[in-house]
């Protein structure tokens, strides 16, 4: 019997969780997406072509791998039909090695016109939502409105789809939303009879005997921990759970199945979105950040906030999540930097504190900060640790001490090639 390893992200999400799963994918049989929906983009780059990922699991590149898409994702079934059209299109096959649970929720265009009307009616407080109709698929799952794609086989699932599309229009009303665009509802249909051809299983039973079989399975997050539903920056989150425990909830799995959980981590900190981040750098030299970490969005191309790594969020992260193995990403970004900056406590009510409070906005707290000398020194051609710069050892060094878990590869670029084994 094996168990599920998990790989997930310990920051506000694009932490590089795409690159490392296709990494490590050749060790896996299957490759399982859990939570979140369309609202993730998980970027690989390899043989000099890049390729974005929203709901596809990030083996599919792989061949012989099974990526299965597991019931705590929402699917929306017009991306999804049009990620494996354009994969397909580059001659790799993608119908006989994606599985979707029956259990998943589907996102309907209906789901997404509340999403953009939730945010417009918030104004300045907006969530700062990627508009994939995320959160009005979750409320409907929680709400027990949801359709699921087990659902698209019954007869009544025409009839059911209007029963929700109705009370949809009728929430609509109520936020005076008026952009209803029925030729989406008609292409959404035909994505539909798309997805027929794939295969629609039981995720849990497929799982678990896949397990009881020997087989190895990497369960791939989405998002990042401080964005989850009950943990991260509340409400400035996404509405699922992106903790190594929503991989149980989101695949089938009991917790005693979870075997070795990779956190991932910048070497300093994003966040897409609005929402609280103690260590933004609001400056110039965080656009010189954004500008050689090329820290804009992989789904909605707006540009990433850029701070200091933090190590009380850090921290907080590794516990929610189990964290066995560090994965630390983007290091070459800060190649250029003669000092960096990391945030070891905040400054919280008059004390000093080295944990993340119930509220790190501005007001609350402030980031210390201890300098570390930067190593101004290319590392994107490193291939071993014996290869990398002193001061960089030393960054990860100071890392692995105050987090207490070890780095096990460093990312030294966007490409499958430029990974380092600590
Ligand atoms: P994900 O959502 O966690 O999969 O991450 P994204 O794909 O949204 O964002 C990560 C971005 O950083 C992508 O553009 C990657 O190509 C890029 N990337 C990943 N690792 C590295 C690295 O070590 N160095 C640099 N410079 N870029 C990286
Ligand atoms: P990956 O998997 C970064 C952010 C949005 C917004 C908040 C809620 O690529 O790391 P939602 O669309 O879920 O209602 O948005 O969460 N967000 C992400 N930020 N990476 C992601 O995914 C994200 N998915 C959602 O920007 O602040
Ligand atoms: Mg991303």
């Known amino acids: 019997m094996q168990n599920v390893d998990v790989l997930l992200g310990l920051q506000w999400g694009d932490e590089g969780k795409g690159k490392l799963v296709d990494i490590l994918s050749p060790s896996y049989d299957i490759i399982a997406r859990f939570q979140g929906g369309p609202n993730a983009g998980h970027t690989l780059i390899f043989n000099g072509k890049k390729h974005v990922l929203h709901t596809i699991p990030s083996g599919i590149f792989r061949e012989e791998i099974i990526n299965l898409i597991g019931n705590g994702v929402v699917i929306d079934p017009v991306i999804l039909m049009h990620e494996i059209q354009k994969i397909e299109a580059e001659g790799i096959e993608v119908k006989n090695r994606l599985i979707l649970s029956k259990r998943a929720h589907l996102i309907t265009p209906s789901h997404r016109w509340l999403d953009a009307a939730s945010e417009a009616i918030k104004g300045k407080n907006k969530i700062g939502s990627t508009l994939k109709g995320i959160g009005p698929t979750y409320m409907d799952k929680t709400g027990r409105n949801g359709l699921r794609i087990g659902d698209i086989e019954q007869n009544n699932f025409k009839e059911k789809f209007d029963q929700l599309y109705q009370k949809h229009l009728q929430l609509l009303k109520f936020y005076n939303w008026t952009e209803i665009k029925e030729e989406q509802i008609q292409e959404w249909f035909k994505s539909i009879e798309f997805l027929k051809q794939l295969q629609i299983v039981d995720g849990e039973h497929y799982i678990n005997d896949a397990l009881s079989k020997g087989k190895k399975v990497l369960a791939e997050g989405a998002q990042g921990t401080l964005l989850d539903i009950d943990f991260g920056t509340y409400p400035f989150v996404t509405s699922s759970n992106t903790i190594t425990a929503g991989a149980c909830t989101g695949l089938g799995i009991a917790p005693n ?20 981040f103690p260590t933004e750098l609001k400056d110039e030299l965080g656009d010189s950040i954004r500008n050689v970490g090329k820290e804009f969005g992989s789904t909605t191309g707006r540009p990433r906030r850029v701070g200091w790594l933090d190590l009380p969020a850090l921290k907080y992260a590794i516990q929610l999540d189990g964290v066995s193995e560090l994965v630390m990403m983007k290091a070459d970004v800060l190649s ?26 501005a007001d609350n707290v402030t980031p210390i900060y201890q300098d570390l000398k930067g190593w101004q020194k ?14 960089l050892l030393k960054y990860i060094d100071f890392i692995q001490e105050n987090v207490g878990v070890k780095i096990s590869y460093l990312s030294v670029g966007p490409d499958r090639e430029q990974i380092v084994k600590l």
Request: a positive charge; hydrophobic letters at 25%.
């Open 378 to 391: 290319d590392i994107s051609e490193c291939k071993s640790k014996r290869q990398l710069p002193k001061a």
């Open 336 to 361: 250029q930097l003669e000092t960096i900056k990391v945030c070891t406590h905040y400054h919280y009510n008059n004390h000093v504190i080295d944990y993340l409070p119930y509220d790190i906005s």
């Open 257 to 276: 199945k979870i075997g070795s959980v990779y956190g991932i981590f910048k070497a300093y900190c994003t966040r897409v979105g609005s929402g609280p």
